[in-house]
T-cell receptor, first 111, second 113 residues
Framework: GQNIDQPTEMTATEGAIVQINCTYQTSGFNGLFWYQQHAGEAPTFLSY????GLEEKGRFSSFLSRSKGYSYLLLKELQMKDSASYLC????????????FGTGTQLKVEL | DTEVTQTPKHLVMGMTNKKSLKCEQH?????MYWYKQKAKKPPELMFVYSYEKLSINESVPSRFSPECPNSSLLNLHLHALQPEDSALYLC????????????FGAGTRLSVL
């Protein structure tokens, strides 16, 4: 089984930078995904990490440390539309591409 | 294009009804998924089809019956549901290889009365 932890809520200011952390415990790691989900809408894929290091995609970056069971999603130049839930999901080896999601971090961006 | 289309968007049904949820993708993906999501909770995997064969059933009650008629279509047949089955039902698809990223549809909001 897996245990995935994220903060429940975060608040940040428009234009600022925010880091959302995710820690996980798994028996066989095979990738970590970040999704964004606005209320009542589909999760939207943001990033994928399987090797240690930083992956950058525009205003969004994601970091992975497999030895520490740790990832973070970094959002720069925050915009009001970034207010959403951010879900960390882990894939196990031999799991048939099954994703186990963390409980999600609700981010509120304020003026 | 990473579009997964789900119909209907909303569904209200009684406990004795039979209904079906539909999911379609035209990305050539070979894996398709059903998830259930309750309010303020993460998605929970229900079923996985890989190359049109059921590969994962997460111990889902038999009142939920999946069907994969072809590689582009995925159905979820519903029968004798309970009020606690009310949720957002999400479909996803992935290529079946490489990074195998799952792309989600907008979901069907189901209410069981």
């Amino acid at each position: 089984g897996q245990n995935i932890d994220q903060p429940t809520e975060m608040t940040a200011t428009e234009g600022a930078i925010v880091q959302i952390n995710c820690t996980y415990q798994t028996s066989g790691f095979n990738g970590l995904f970040w999704y964004q989900q606005h209320a009542g809408e589909a999760p939207t894929f943001l990033s994928y990490n399987v090797l240690d290091g930083l992956e950058e995609k525009g205003r969004f970056s994601s970091f992975l440390s497999r030895s520490k069971g740790y990832s973070y999603l970094l959002l720069k130049e925050l915009q009001m539309k970034d207010s959403a839930s951010y879900l960390c999901a882990v894939r196990e080896e031999g799991g048939g591409n099954k994703l186990t999601f963390g409980t999600g971090t609700q981010l509120k961006v304020e003026l | 294009d990473t579009e997964v289309t789900q119909t209907p968007k909303h569904l209200v049904m009684g406990m004795t009804n039979k209904k079906s949820l539909k999911c379609e993708q035209h990305m050539g993906h070979r894996a398709m998924y059903w998830y259930k999501q309750k309010a303020k909770k993460p998605p929970e995997l229900m079923f996985v089809y890989s190359y049109e064969k059921l590969s994962i059933n997460e111990s889902v009650p038999s009142r939920f019956s999946p069907e994969c008629p072809n590689s582009s279509l995925l159905n979820l047949h519903l029968h004798a549901l309970q009020p606690e089955d009310s949720a957002l039902y999400l479909c996803a698809s992935s290529s079946g290889q490489g990074q195998n990223i799952q792309y989600f549809g907008a979901g069907t909001r189901l209410s069981v009365l």
